[in-house]
């Protein structure tokens, strides 16, 4: 058994990309549904915003990086916010979480699509849009950093997320405590009081949303950059529960919340991934239990176990604090 | 599909080869013509389509082009096993091989005698709308939405009684595939100890229904009525559903992998040929035998106590249970019949396309447009929102393509939810 690949797995899934890309779409989910009260089962789709933003600005329209990082970070995630909350914001919860998850498959559909291969590439989606970023990174590529968990571009990656989960925990926390923020608290425990003192819940609503999304969308573009690719498979539905166990798991409405969440994700899932693994390789586990390729099914298994286990028995998470916030509340 | 054969332009090849037959020559041969939209009305032939004839170990025998009246033949040196290849570029503008895989095809031949080889011509693409094409694509619309009708019920009933909107009723639907598929396959015992069993899909259908029903009476017994009883929020409850619909779909990938399955009875079958569409008895089936069932499921909601009760719950649930309704036996009894039914619902469109881990999650999305469209919680809502998603689904492939054509469907929903948030049968209130 080789333990030592094994921690340096967890490690890399406590602190490393998947934990940043989806600390940061939970972090967005976490405005939508732990502030806001809005049940969105669409993150996917607006981190594939942030990465198709990008990607189709350099790759198709051959515009430069950064602007390109300007349109997948505010403009398309907006206008997806408009699409996505005119329709549902004034209906009831669930009403929301139908529209986001049926568009976010219609959109998984549509980039996919032959017809609009010239626009998104279809399923192999597009490369080679982050060169200027790469460019940038102080760190060789053929070298390990940090303990020797990440070799070079993968760590400028890593470092680049860390930096914007400091902006934008900060950024959140900022938001939360100033007047909007308690607004938007207001808005989730009782709408009508909340409208009844002349505030547009309404427009609440949709800056929640966009506002989540684009935190959501830098997730996704982070998640293209590091992969150096924009894939339609990259983002179905199941990526949207991710975030949401990664949220539960932290606990829905503490600042800090997804980010724990994220990490004790992708650590228990790296950490029993490479236990299984291992087991079958060594031949613990015999091939007509488990083969090779069903170990990387067995997460997903593990996230609706999850899932399950986390919101009947224990709705307001691991660290959650029930009077403030839990998946129970309404 | 019955889809393919009006719309599409057939390569046709005769069972007499084309031009004079040598007794002692070796023929392969054929004909290539467009079938015409209108049965009645002539085929037209197409001419200088290229079809090169090699051997097994690749050395080309040579090639023949369709004359004017879309006929080739190619006299071979001797008898034995060759390659037919039709050269898709010298194809006209817009009229494809009917799968672009099978331009290449093996064929056997005894020395001194004629063959024909099949290639069969795809859609034609580009726009060519007549009514003909239109009434096809709506009785293959009914089809797909009487499948989502029969499977979007349950979904329908179970929020209307308990307010949950169950995304796990797509996996009912897999569940329900599944089964039929390993009982017509393996037989009852066969999944287990191995060895053949096999039942007969009918046979299996029924068994499935029974297993189905009782899936979702033990689904809603294990679960759902432990939550209710503790009390938990109907957001929590969603949560929950979500993660058993991840968890039961990656189970059935676990265990059958990703590849897609048929069934074993009634895959290939002759399309009959009527006027203005064509048809297979498998899909005139399903039709008669959705509209049977849809109409039972619609007396008993009428006429039944049990029925009523439904609906007396879904339409105010305090207001049923002061009257003296059992809310949890309705509950149970919806759970029994909206789980058999998603089962059902599950073969047919097994039957129809092809049994996968994944087909009733993407049906699920569906369900949700015609339920969203007919209003959520109406039991009549959910079978005419459902018809109405399906005959636009397969009518939108006029303009859109096919492989975007669930796109249309998710379209309805959001415009729906704009324009008359509660549905079609739904009770105006507001609902935010």
Known sequence: MDWGGILDNTLRGLIGEQFIYFALAAIGLNIHFGYAGLLNFGQAVFMAAGAYGLSIMVVTYDWSFWAGVGMGLIVFPAVLALILGVPTLRLRADYLAIVTIATAEMFR?????????????????????????YELSPFDPGERYFFGLFIGNQFFVVLVGWAALVVVVTLVWALIRSPWGRVLKAIREDEDAARSLGKNAYFYKMQALMLGGMIGALGGMLRAIGTQSAQPQNFITDVTFFAWVALILGGAGKIMGPVVGAAL???????????????????????????????????????????????????QGLFGNKEEMALDDR | MG?????????????????????????????????????????????????????????????????????WRLVLPDGGEYIAELDQSTLPEGVPLR????????????????????????????????TIQIVQLTIDGIKLGMIIAMSAIGLSLIYGTTGLVNFAHGEMVTFGAMTAYILSQYGLLGGLIGGDFAIQLIIAGLLTFVLAAVAGGLFNELVWKRLRKRGASLISMLVVSIGFSIMFRYIMLFQFGGRVRRYRDYQI??????????????DIFIIVFSTIILIGVGLALQRTRIGKAMRAVADNRDLAESSGIDVEKVIRTVWIAGGGLAGIGGVLFGLTETVGWEMGFRLLLLMFAGVTLGGLGTAYGALLGSLVVGVFIQTSTLFIPTDM????????LAVILLIRPQGLLGRAERIG
């Open chain 2, 3 to 71: 889809t393919l054969v009006v719309l599409g332009a057939l390569l046709t090849l005769w069972t007499a080869p084309a031009g004079a037959q040598d007794d002692n020559e070796t023929v392969v041969g054929g004909t290539i013509r467009i079938r015409a939209a209108e049965p009645d009305k002539e085929n037209t032939p197409v001419e200088g389509v290229e079809i090169t004839i090699s051997t097994i170990d690749g050395t080309e025998v040579g090639t023949a082009v369709t004359d004017e009246t879309g006929a």
């Open chain 2, 405 to 412: 054509k669930n796109v249309g469907a998710l379209l309805i």
């Open chain 2, 99 to 130: 799968d672009p895989e099978r331009a290449t095809l093996d064929f056997n031949i005894n020395a001194g005698s004629s063959r024909n080889v099949l290639f069969p011509l795809g859609e034609i693409v580009g726009p060519e709308s007549d």
């Open chain 2, 269 to 282: 079958q002759d399309t009959i040929d009527l006027k203005y569409f064509s048809i297979t008895p498998k």
């Open chain 1, 265 to 315: 994700l992708y650590g228990l899932i790296n950490f029993t991934d490479g236990l299984l693994r291992q087991l079958v390789e060594e031949g613990f586990i015999s091939e007509s239990v488990m083969d090779g390729t069903q170990v990387g099914q067995v997460r997903f298994l593990l996230i609706g176990v999850g899932l399950v286990a986390l919101a009947a028995l224990r709705p």
């Open chain 1, 109 to 133: 559909l549509i980039a996919r699509s032959p017809r609009y291969d010239w626009l998104t590439g279809s399923s192999d989606g597009h490369g080679g849009f982050a060169t200027r970023f």
